[in-house]
């Protein structure tokens, strides 16, 4: 295993080094070690998270690790917190985009389904209930205040609520509903393809769909 050092010592602050300013070469370390964490959370068998575990992960010393966090449960939730705003950020895109109520929530979900998709790591550093550190169990329960304040302006849209305490009841309901079917997507312990997941949860989130489908079931 190769180790990477690079000189950074310079007076006045860091130097250019290969063609590569200082802040490029923190930010480039910074994002090697929280993708060595990601890779150590979402293992089958998760371990401690330990310094000297990441940076061997990331062929970095120590040094370059303490440049960015101060230990290793800064970095378990400096990982969490750039999904948690990677999801957000699109899914509050994907539902403003929407014309009709049930196109902000398919815009919405598919947004969040194509994160955790496009990287199953992240899927399960979120949403996996089997990993319960502290840092990780505290990460949730944020993650479950922000996106129920988000979800909060949106119910009266798509859940027929009359606001107020309603609208938070319906807040809380959606988020974690849809919390817990993709923690068991993300398990393996529902078997949909992607257009069968997002369906399933827009069906979910939207009482006239569950409607129609009860009506249905009944004409046919």
């Not at 060595?36 to 061997?56: K, N, Q």
């Not at 129920?148 to 807040?171: I, M, Y």
């Amino acid at each position: 295993m190769c180790v990477v050092t690079e000189s950074d010592d310079a007076p006045g602050g860091l130097r250019d080094y290969g063609g590569e300013s200082g802040d490029a070469r923190v930010a480039r370390r910074r994002a090697a070690l929280i993708d060595a964490a990601l890779h150590m959370l979402s293992e089958s068998e998760p371990g401690a998270v330990t310094v000297r575990g990441i940076c061997a992960r990331a062929s970095l010393t120590p040094r370059y690790f303490y440049e960015s966090f101060e230990n290793a449960d800064t970095l378990v939730g400096a990982a969490f917190d750039m999904i948690i705003e990677q999801i957000a950020d699109r899914a509050l895109a994907g539902f403003n985009a929407g014309s009709s109520a049930r196109g902000k929530v398919v815009g919405a979900v598919e947004a969040i389904v194509d994160v955790i998709e496009g990287d199953p790591r992240k899927g399960r550093v979120i949403f996996s209930d089997t990993l319960r550190s502290p840092v990780l169990v505290r990460k949730r329960l944020e993650m479950l205040k922000i996106f129920t304040e988000l979800t909060f302006q949106s119910a009266p849209a798509v859940a027929n609520v009359s606001g107020g305490q309603q609208t938070l009841a319906a807040a809380h309901f959606q988020v974690g509903g849809l919390g817990r079917l993709l923690a068991s997507w993300t398990e393996g312990l529902i078997d949909l393809d992607r257009p069968a997941l997002v369906d399933i949860c827009v069906r979910m989130l939207l009482p006239e769909s569950r409607a129609a489908d009860a009506s249905g079931a009944r004409l046919s």
